[in-house]
T-cell receptor, first 113, second 108 residues
Framework: DAGITQSPRHKVTETGTPVTLRCHQT?????MYWYRQDPGHGLRLIHY???????DKGEVSDGYSVSRSKTEDFLLTLESATSSQTSVYFC????????????FGPGTRLTVT | GIQVEQSPPDLILQEGANSTLRCNFS?????LQWFHQNPWGQLINLFY???GTKQNGRLSATTVATERYSLLYISSSQTTDSGVYFC??????????FGKGTKLSVIP
């Protein structure tokens, strides 16, 4: 299994509070991704990174920001959490972007009350 | 953007039966992957298969890129095969687009 961890694994927070989710990899892969998974929607890309300090938006990026200061860490921040951001968040890594296998972390279940 | 459709949306099998899951996509792709999400939520990469056929144990996959579809075969199904199977494609943006999945339930 690829060495990918996510923290926290579960979080409950209140509307309007900031939240940061962390993804850590030990594979030295260049590409990292954040997805959200919701019933009826499958997995949707929020943001991705193609190198340190290099990031781009995905399909559902509104309300989210990301940062990558080290190869191994990719942070997802909800600036002011809303109930519509209640979801399961997955981090993934890949050696060559969309043209290679992606490997997923265990996920973070976030509930915004 | 590219559209990915999976069928059937739900499938119930008796243990030992075989099944075929289908993934249709609306444009040519550079990459196609199949994933299994187990009942505990973990996503496992099954196949990286932009074209051709691959086999891994009881599972095999075939992608016919010119006709824009891929098939995942599960033979002699086991209860541990239960979960959701996702197809995902990349069509030039270095981003994967996922289908909505096929939920498989294998009953003893």
């Amino acid at each position: 299994d690829a060495g990918i961890t996510q923290s926290p694994r579960h979080k409950v927070t209140e509307t309007g509070t900031p939240v940061t989710l962390r993804c850590h990899q030990t594979e030295n892969h260049r590409y990292m991704y954040w997805y959200r998974q919701d019933p009826g929607h499958g997995l949707r890309l929020i943001h991705y990174s193609y190198g340190v300090k290099d990031t781009d938006k995905g399909e559902v990026s509104d309300g989210y920001s990301v940062s990558r200061s080290k190869t191994e860490d990719f942070l997802l921040t909800l600036e002011s959490a809303t109930s519509s951001q209640t979801s399961v968040y997955f981090c993934a890594i890949s050696g060559e972007g969309g043209r290679a296998e992606q490997y997923f972390g265990p996920g973070t279940r976030l509930t915004v009350t | 953007g590219i559209q990915v459709e999976q069928s059937p949306p739900d499938l119930i099998l008796q243990e030992g039966a075989n099944s075929t899951l289908r993934c249709n996509f609306s444009d040519s792709v550079n990459n196609l992957q199949w994933f299994h999400q187990n009942p505990w939520g973990q996503l496992i990469n099954l196949f990286y298969i932009p074209s051709g056929t691959k086999q891994n144990g009881r599972l095999s996959a075939t992608t016919v890129a010119t006709e824009r579809y891929s098939l995942l075969y599960i033979s002699s199904s086991q209860t541990t095969d239960s979960g959701v199977y996702f197809c995902a494609v990349e069509a030039g943006s270095y981003q994967l687009t996922f289908g909505k999945g096929t939920k498989l339930s294998v009953i003893p």
